[in-house]
Structures are given as structure tokens and as C-alpha cells.
């Protein structure tokens, strides 16, 4: 580190910074860091329970490691930064070959999506610059020594490097620091579209066209798969929303595939449907949990949502929805 001090000081502040971001977020979530165990089926024999709490703890600890390690100390702390990000990558390039999407909260609240290729090359990159502070740190030295060695150009550097930073984050965000648009808006002034063509193969057997499940009652589909911690407490709610909501509005619970549908737990067996080829989810772009309400009239009604906070607040406004009818008993409501 001594060789190239800024240079150095970038990468092991820009690492510093990741693990301070990600345990906080992971302790102000915990119940989504233990989901992301299971979203993401860490292999058994890590306990999942007692690792989703230590893990936040362990981000914290090396991010002070990094800053505080004394000369010689520093290699240990890279080194095991680079071992959990090497094993993050890992977790995720294994996700990416599962059949159905895999929501990872690998930053707590604030990285809620769904795993793909960005994600695998967002810790790859990660894990190439925790390589690079090991292959820095053999030369000895510490971030301590580092910054006190920088003259007046180089703590400049330093403070425009971390502000060009701040920006980047600030003005690309992420889909975690912001709710989604449909979860804002009024289900009355919901913008009509025709319920799309798609399929539902339910317990029964039979397979019928989105357009036909709707055509006598609307239908609340209500995307989940199994081992998603959010799936399966959406799951548990589904009969109390179906009572609450009919007869005005079926529901359903959308599963990616029969084995999963006729294994469901946490609701009647009669709710559970699946759909050939993930044909819904691909059809309003979703992960799992998500909903969509389709129209008894043919169009589609409210949503997509997806999120287990975002499921349960559409729920309800469909409920208030209801409860506005004049005759909450009768045939669906028009706008329903």
C-alpha cells in the first residue's frame, strides 16, 4: 500500500463503504437478510438463522478492520473481505441457473431485486477490488499510515474521487431506494388495459386463458414460489383475503410449476394454480411476491405489485375499492 497510496486508499475506502452500506441496511431488515438465505439456498450446512444475524456484524467489523488495521494486520482483513465477496458471487452465479427468478437482499432494504448478470458482475467487480487492496496490502502498510502520508494534492484527489462517488450513487440510485410508481397510485385511477393472453392450470386440471378465469368474477392472482420467506407469509394471508374479498373477486395463487402448486402450504389447496412456462410472470414482468388484479370485464383492474409490503397494500385498497360499492353482495363491481 505504501507504493501507490491513493490509488490504495480508493479501493479500500470504496470497500469500506460497500460493507458499512450493506450491514446497516441488513440490520435495519433482518427478516429479508434471512430470506435472501433462503431466496438464494445457501447449502445447509450453513445455519441460516444464526448466519443472517452474525452476517451484518461481520460486514461492520471488516469495514473498521480495513480502516484501523495496523501494518501487517491489513492482509488478514483483505483477505477475508475477499473471501465473502468471492463466496457472495458464488451464491449468485448459482442463482442465475435456478428456473425461476431470485429476489437477493444482498443490501438489506436498499437491494431488492431480482438476481441477474448485473449482479453477478457488480461482486465480481467487488471481488476484483478486494484482490487488488490484498495484493496492495503485502507490501505493508495501513490505511491509517496511507492517509497520513498524502500531501495536499493527493488528499484532493482523495476528496473528488469520493464526491464523483456520492454523485454516482445519488443520481443512478437503485430499486431499492424508491418505491414502485404503481404502488403509489389510486386504484380508482388505475389506466385501463385488456387483460393480456396467458394461462392458469388449476387443481382441477383444467387450463384455461386469463381471459376466461376473469370473465365471470374478477380474479386476484397472486404471484408466488415456494422457499421465498415473503411467499410464504403472502401465502398464509390468502384465505383471509379470500374471504374478505368474495364473492366480489376470486383469488389465486400463481405457482411457476404443478409440483410446486400441489405442495403449497399456508392456504386452501383450491387457490393454488400454476402457470405453464412462468407465462404470467413473463407476461407483467414480475418476480415473486407479486399481484395483479384482472377485470371482470375484461381489463385489467389494478397492479402489477410486486413485494411482500406492496401485495398486502393493494389488497387492502381492492377491499376499500369494494367496501365504496353500493351493493358489495351483488355481481362484481364495474370497475373491478
Known amino acids: 500500500m505504501s507504493s501507490a497510496p491513493l490509488p490504495a486508499l480508493v479501493v479500500a475506502l470504496t470497500l469500506v463503504a460497500v460493507l458499512a452500506t450493506s450491514g446497516a441496511a441488513k440490520l435495519r431488515d433482518r427478516r429479508a437478510t434471512r430470506d435472501a438465505f433462503t431466496a438464494l439456498r445457501v447449502p445447509g450446512v450453513v445455519p441460516a438463522d444464526a448466519a443472517a444475524t452474525v452476517l451484518p456484524w461481520a460486514e461492520l467489523a471488516l469495514a473498521v478492520a480495513l480502516v484501523l488495521a495496523p501494518d501487517g494486520w491489513l492482509t488478514v482483513a483483505a483477505a477475508a473481505v475477499l473471501a465473502l465477496m468471492l ?35 457488480r ?19 495501513s490505511v491509517v499510515a496511507a492517509l497520513g502520508a498524502l500531501d495536499r494534492d493527493g488528499w484532493w484527489a482523495l476528496l473528488a474521487t469520493l464526491a464523483a462517488a456520492a454523485v454516482a450513487v445519488l443520481v443512478v440510485g437503485g430499486p431499492g431506494w424508491s418505491r414502485s410508481p404503481a404502488a403509489d397510485d389510486d386504484l380508482l385511477d388505475y389506466e385501463r388495459q385488456a387483460v393480456p393472453y396467458g394461462s392458469l392450470t388449476l387443481r382441477d386440471g383444467r387450463t384455461a386463458s386469463l381471459l376466461e378465469l376473469s370473465a365471470t368474477q374478477a380474479r386476484l392472482l397472486v404471484v408466488l414460489t415456494p422457499g421465498c420467506g415473503p411467499c410464504v407469509r403472502t401465502a398464509e394471508r390468502l384465505d383471509a383475503w379470500a374471504a374478505r374479498l368474495g364473492p366480489a373477486v376470486g383469488v389465486l395463487a400463481v405457482y411457476p410449476d404443478e409440483q410446486s402448486a400441489e405442495a403449497a402450504v399456508g392456504h386452501a389447496p383450491e387457490l393454488a394454480a400454476w402457470e405453464p412456462e412462468l407465462n404470467v410472470r413473463r407476461l407483467f414482468s414480475v418476480g415473486a411476491p407479486a399481484a395483479v388484479l384482472l377485470g371482470a370485464d375484461g381489463y385489467l383492474a389494478g397492479g402489477p405489485v410486486a413485494g411482500e409490503e406492496g401485495v398486502a397494500d393493494f389488497v387492502e385498497e381492492v377491499l376499500a375499492a369494494l367496501a365504496d360499492q353500493p351493493d358489495p353482495t351483488g355481481d362484481a363491481p364495474a370497475h373491478l
Open 87 to 121: 463466496a457472495y458471487t458464488a451464491l449468485v452465479a448459482r442463482a442465475l441457473r435456478f428456473e425461476e427468478p431470485v429476489t437477493c437482499s444482498c443490501f438489506g432494504s436498499l437491494g431488492r431485486h431480482d438476481v441477474d448478470r448485473t449482479t453477478v458482475a
Open 123 to 141: 461482486n465480481l467487480l467487488l471481488s476484483a477490488l478486494a484482490a487488488a487492496l490484498l495484493a496492495s496490502s503485502l507490501d505493508g502498510g
